[in-house]
């Protein structure tokens, strides 16, 4: 496995080197990169623009090569989210890890999916009673009340990798997925039941829009 440097031109920041092996994948280089700039990161472009966001990709699928300049984006110190229809609340700490509060049966109680909210948590998003984050691994976890996007049961499976963003109406979510497919979960009324339209959502997707309902 040869070993290749890569230059780590943080935003803000100093610029770090980081060696590892191009068979190495884009989710060790993620890890060594937040390990280096001691810092959670948003993002991390070539030098041809693209986003690596894809963490079993290797660095040879990707072309990143040896001596390839790559920019890192912190992340922002915290995000937030709130339950608008629920007095609940979710914050995204610097460690990546989240805390709830406010109404228990609306997503201010996360007990049930403590275990995963502890660390790696990218990004959050809430309907009216229920969050939903995306981990650094790919995987997302849901929490709330059941009808408004907490229950993820129905499509579990299909969110345990590969996750890139999540979209949310007032009562369900919707997940864009690596391969360009759609994963819906929710209230069916609000956006959750997309097996109308099923075929449609399986790939080639490139962009995902929510409505206030």
Known sequence: MPAITIQLVVLEGPTCPIQLGDSETVEELWRQAEEATGRPLSLLVTSHGYALHTPSDTLAEVGVENGCPLVAVPAPPSTYARCVGAAACATLRDDGSVIT?????????SSAVRAPLLS???SISATNFAFSV?????SAVAWGHPRSGGDTGPVQEQLRGAVKQIFATRRAF???KEDGSVVTWGDADFGGDSRAVREQLAADVRHVHSTGS
């Open 174 to 176: 919707a997940a864009q």
């Open 101 to 109: 509060w406010g109404d228990m049966s609306c997503g201010g109680d």
């Open 134 to 138: 995306v981990k650094w691994d790919g």
């Open 120 to 122: 790696g948590v990218r």
